[in-house]
């Protein structure tokens, strides 16, 4: 299981610690990572996924996972995520077309 938010990309960063004497060792700061069920209203289903907690927020800000997919680039998101919005997007487009 990998340590990346299957939504913003957000991963692990590499850093110091430091002590008093200023010794600096190497450490790495991880994602606040959840799984979480989100629910689709286009798809009509809820899908699971791995979101850092500050992409589950920016979910929450634009009104959804749907809305949140449509308005971001692929190149931010992961391949499932990709799919995902392809589908949202299909299914919008044929509920706007009827």
Same mark, same amino acid.
């Given at each position: 299981m990998s340590r990346i938010c =299957? %939504? #913003?990309g957000k991963g692990r960063q590499v850093g110091h610690n430091v002590s /008093?004497?200023?010794n600096k060792t190497k450490r790495t700061f991880l994602p606040n990572l959840q799984n979480v069920t989100l629910m689709s209203e286009a %798809? =009509? $289903?809820s899908i699971r996924l791995r979101v850092s #907690? /500050?992409?589950l927020r920016s979910v929450e800000h634009v009104g959804g996972l749907d809305n949140w997919l449509l308005k971001t680039r692929d190149d931010d998101l992961s391949l499932r995520a990709r $799919?995902?919005?392809r589908d949202v997007a299909k299914k919008v487009a044929t509920a706007a077309a009827a």
């Open positions: =299957e %939504l #913003t /008093h004497a200023n %798809l =009509e $289903r #907690t /500050h992409g $799919r995902l919005k």
